[in-house]
């Protein structure tokens, strides 16, 4: 039988206790911003303006604590059940929940790549080479979809089952211990390894033995501390992580040729998305944290839909001037995902509504008693 969780283990999350954490919905949305400039210059490629490439340069540097974020968030959210319940099952739900949002994910994408193989090429040979062009990547097809980025989700669903499974055997910091190893591990075959002797899916595994790293932070931040962490404390970390974090691209992409923009969690992501993620957990939002949480519900949503609108307003190159189209596409992503995510929930909300009132009206079966 497990022994109960010493004190410094007890959860003190404002779910707990049934608090809308305001400060926390408005930096996953401030991350998913992020994610969605970062994708957008990845999709456009590297400028050939000086002025420009600067931008994107500082941008891939501030943009690298939104997706570990996201793991620190998840940690701390779904911990609770987890150290709760000391049980693997304990993850089921929020992996069943995931699992979903993949399925939903990839049968939209693929969908959408069908219908334009079959516009293009009529119905039979359009979906010969729809098929065609999953089977060149049956690994590609298993780890990550349709689509790249949906690799955050497979990978979050392997973290939380490995992290209730070793929760329920070990105490946190033997957790947090094993995965920096594996974070260790992950820049040795990754960042730091030279680019001469490519691995298969290479990419795919440096990031998921990385990630759980973030989610034992989260974790961490979640447990009950005598003196928890402050926001000046945070300020030095992010500093610090920064500067560590330039530091490490200058010097891989110097020796090595590897692109900057492509360059994700290194050593200085570390200190610097913990120092983000301390200020997340803070309290004292502010106007904008206010107004910014209020979206925070359709972050998953758009997650899914953003590469999406991404590929489709991008224009022909040459078509329209660089810088237009580099502050535009993004920005115009950001209104359609959100926009859309709102639209389809409050479509819902009101058939929900229609629904209950529909049965309310319904008239009552009259009952009968046996005589």
Do not use: N
């Amino acid at each position: 039988m497990l022994r109960r969780l010493p004190r410094r283990s007890d959860w003190h999350s404002a779910r707990r206790i049934g608090l809308h954490r305001t400060r926390v919905g408005a930096f996953r949305v401030y991350a998913m911003l992020l994610i969605i400039v970062g994708h957008s210059e990845l999709l456009l490629g590297r400028s050939t303006e000086p002025g420009i490439t600067a931008v994107q340069f500082a941008l891939s540097i501030v943009s690298r604590a939104a997706v570990p974020l996201f793991l620190l968030l998840a940690g701390e959210h779904i911990g609770p059940r987890l150290l709760r319940d000391r049980a693997p099952g304990a993850a089921r739900y929020y992996i069943t929940h995931l699992a979903l949002l993949y399925g939903i994910a990839c049968l939209g994408y693929w969908l959408i790549d069908a219908a334009k193989l079959i516009r293009s090429r009529g119905l039979a040979p359009g979906f010969a080479a729809f098929i065609e062009r999953q089977a060149q990547d049956p690994w590609g097809l298993l780890l990550h979809g349709p689509r790249a980025h949906l690799w955050f989700l497979v990978v979050l669903m392997l973290v939380v089952a490995v992290a209730g499974f070793l929760l329920a055997r070990a105490r946190v910091r033997a957790f947090v211990a094993f995965t920096a190893v594996l974070y260790g591990i992950g820049l040795a075959i990754g960042p730091y390894h030279p680019p001469t002797d490519v691995v298969w899916q290479g990419w795919w595994a440096e990031l998921l033995l990385q990630a759980p790293l973030f989610f034992a932070v989260g974790v961490v931040l979640g447990l009950e501390r005598v003196h928890p962490p402050r926001q000046w404390q945070a300020s030095v970390l992010i500093a610090a992580g920064l500067a560590l974090h330039t530091i490490e691209v200058l010097w891989i992409s110097s020796t090595y040729g590897t692109r900057p923009l492509r360059l994700a969690m290194l050593a200085g992501t570390v200190p610097y998305a913990i120092g983000v993620g301390i200020l997340a957990l803070s309290s004292g939002a502010t106007r904008l944290d206010r107004w910014a949480a209020r979206l925070a519900r359709y972050v998953p949503a758009v997650y899914i839909s953003h590469v999406f609108l991404l590929e489709t307003l991008r224009p022909p190159p040459g078509r329209f001037p660089e810088l237009a189209v580099r502050l535009v596409m993004p920005l115009l992503a950001v209104v359609l995902s959100f926009g859309g995510a709102w639209l389809v929930a409050r479509l819902r909300h009101v058939a929900q509504r229609r629904r209950r009132m529909d049965s309310r009206d319904a008239p009552q079966r009259p009952t009968t008693s046996a005589s």
